[in-house]
């Protein structure tokens, strides 16, 4: 771990990690790294004795052994659920609405903001909603009742064109990552939580969660669909308090290594081979509603993030990963 952490030490809080795991990759395969952009780490380079191949961080595909085709249909949340049903592979569906009028001409009827009010009805005002091509859990929440989902869809229309609304499912959640059929790592993830000091109320530590989640570029958790006497709640130390939800590292949740049932192992590599992705990470739900036999596909990430691989102290499942994506790009052979 320590010469990972060397790649790691004195590089800004905006680096990205593709780039740290990127220089730590090339050291340790024999390739030459190069960030290219004025040492930001967004765009680099990666050259061996005959080969450079270019690389980005931040918003774009991290995985050349990934075509273009099969992780834009992934990143579209419900192109990827109509893929998966077509397979006979369980999903949890969902509807697609648009926030705007832009556009209008150029979608079928039964998607408007109007028509996610008639779908919101048939879940019993309750739903789960998420960006239609949203990542890291932001705006991914529950929401109760009409007025609440009006004040959703104002908020999320602000950054994203459509949202994803589906039904509201518990079970234990996992991410399964795959490079090809092979399972690199599976873990368990866990909701947020908050925890506390003995002396601010829950309020007090949901303000200081917000901005940090703000600063990272995450939707804030709304207030108010808190009750005001948990609010003034003060945790005892160490003591926490869930926010439901919010699973991502990025947005506060964690993981750890756990293995779900076999079948779910096999539903996620199916998942990937129904898409056509070479490398991706498959969240599901096993266990829904205490059922150990009803399994359910979340979604297919395209564009996972690993960074769970170094809070774990895992580099060699870093190196892995990177080293299939240098094959991939000619820069290593097999």
Same mark, same amino acid.
């Given at each position: ?29 024999? @390739? ?44 579209? !949340? ?6 998966? !049903? ?14 705007? *009028? ?9 998607? %408007? ?50 949202? @994803? ?7 234990? *959640?996992?991410?399964?990552?795959? @490079?090809? %059929? ?21 309020? %007090? ?8 989640? *703000? ?6 958790? %709304? ?24 699973? #991502? ?70 190196? !892995? ?11 290593? #052979?097999?």
């Amino acid at each position: 771990m320590r010469k990972l952490r060397e790649f790691r030490a004195g590089k800004p809080a905006y680096y990205p990690d593709q780039a740290v795991y990127a220089a730590f990759a090339c050291a340790e395969l024999g @390739l030459d790294f190069e960030s290219i952009d004025g040492g930001t780490g967004l765009v680099f380079r990666a050259t061996s004795a005959s080969t450079s191949v270019y690389f980005g961080a931040g918003r774009c595909s991290w995985y050349p052994q990934n075509n273009a085709t099969a992780a834009t249909l992934a990143s579209d !949340k419900y192109f990827a659920n109509c893929i998966l !049903k077509a397979r006979g592979i369980p999903n949890l569906g969902g509807g697609y609405f648009f926030l705007s *009028e832009r556009h209008r001409g150029l979608r079928p009827t039964g998607h %408007d903001r109007a028509d996610a009010f008639a779908y919101f009805k048939t879940l019993n005002a309750s739903a789960f909603l998420k960006p239609l091509t949203g990542s890291r859990g932001d705006y991914a929440q529950t929401v109760d009742g009409e007025p609440a989902l009006e004040r959703y869809l104002d908020e999320v229309s602000a950054y994203y064109d459509a949202v @994803l609304m589906q039904p509201v499912v518990s079970g234990d *959640e996992y991410r399964i990552f795959l @490079l090809d %059929d092979e399972v690199v790592y599976s873990a368990r993830k866990f909701s947020a939580a908050l925890e506390g000091d003995g002396a601010r109320s829950v309020g %007090d530590l949901l303000h200081e969660h917000n901005a940090t989640l *703000e600063a990272r570029g995450l939707s804030a958790i %709304d207030p108010d669909r808190i009750a005001p006497a948990e609010l003034k709640q003060v945790l005892a130390p160490g003591e926490r308090w869930k926010i439901h939800g919010r699973t #991502n590292l990025s947005a506060g949740g964690h993981m750890t290594f756990a293995s779900p049932h076999p079948t779910a192992l096999k539903m996620a590599r199916e998942a990937t081979r129904a898409i056509g992705l070479r490398a991706a990470a498959v969240d599901l739900f096993t266990d829904i509603g205490g059922n150990p036999d009803d399994i359910a596909i979340i979604e297919v990430n395209s564009n996972p993030s690993i960074r769970l691989l170094e809070e774990l102290q895992r580099p060699d499942l870093i190196l !892995k990963i990177w080293r299939h994506s240098f094959i991939a790009a000619g820069l290593i #052979n097999v």
